[in-house]
């Protein structure tokens, strides 16, 4: 999944809410996660070329 457009889906899916307005607001270490997941997408997106 990762380095493929897959996980941009799956870590928007995370942050939209589907639950029609009642999925509770994440806690700020969950936040931090989620953030963290998104720079580590980004940077695998941008250096994922020259592993291959």
């Known amino acids: 999944m990762w380095g493929t457009q897959e996980i941009d889906v799956f870590i928007g899916r995370l942050l939209m809410d589907s639950r029609d307005g009642t999925r509770l607001v994440f ?26």
């Open 27 to 52: 806690k700020i270490l969950t936040s931090k996660a989620v953030l963290f997941l998104i720079a580590v997408a980004l940077t695998v997106k941008l250096l994922w070329p020259y592993f291959k």
